[in-house]
């Protein structure tokens, strides 16, 4: 069980460093329509996963609550709504095609604020990560084996293109190969972190484990709609990004339905 658990932790991380080594094969930022196609891919798993993976457990755990049952699902999805909202505004951050800086005043560097823009994104996934598998160590919170297998495994996928959207862009303006695969490694350091001290808190975790559920699905649909939306979908104008997320969102439904 323990070593199913490190896999299930470290597989989305596996998916971020191997975008990231795209800065080995790759010598330029992607098209435009490459970052739209991968960055709605990405919101399609992120959208499926807080539905199937996070929100449809949360309320069968709560079923005992009757026509209240509900209410666990709802107080957590609106908590991480809340939390990734705090977070927004008192980190300081820059999105990938947004000259403007958001979150505290800061004087970090371009590059460093979009690290952390990516660090604030993958937080609700080590997050979701944590739970389910915190859920399973517990073993009496009815998570499969295969479910959590399956929302590792999606979003890995999504990891994927996020490794590479940082790392290349950092390889275009100038820097190393070696130092640009390392940034967009790190970036999703934060996943495993945050997986692992969930696990290790699994005993208060059980307890409250609809609500956590929903708070994680709560957190990764703010970030798809507050970032990764807008990011598919900007100027110029192109349906690349609403093909990619229905791509995406298939893909991680099937995996959390056929595994699960």
Known sequence: MQTQIIYGILIPFIGTTAGAACVFFLRR??????????TGFAAGVMTAASVWSLLIPAMEQSERLGRLGFVPAAAGFLL???FLLFLDRVIPHQHMNSDTPEGSRSSLSKNTMLLLAVTLHN???GMAVGVVYA????GGANIAAASALALSLGIAIQNFPEGAIISLPLRSSGMGKGRAFLLGTLSGAVEPIAAVLTVLLSGLVVPVLPYLLSFAAGAMIYVVVEELIPEMSGEPHSNIGTIAFAAGFVIMMSLDTALG
């Open 29 to 38: 930022q992607p098209h435009f329509l490459v970052q739209r196609s991968l």
């Open 123 to 125: 937080i609700p996934e």
């Open 135 to 138: 859920g399973l160590a517990s």
């Open 80 to 82: 991480g709504i809340l």
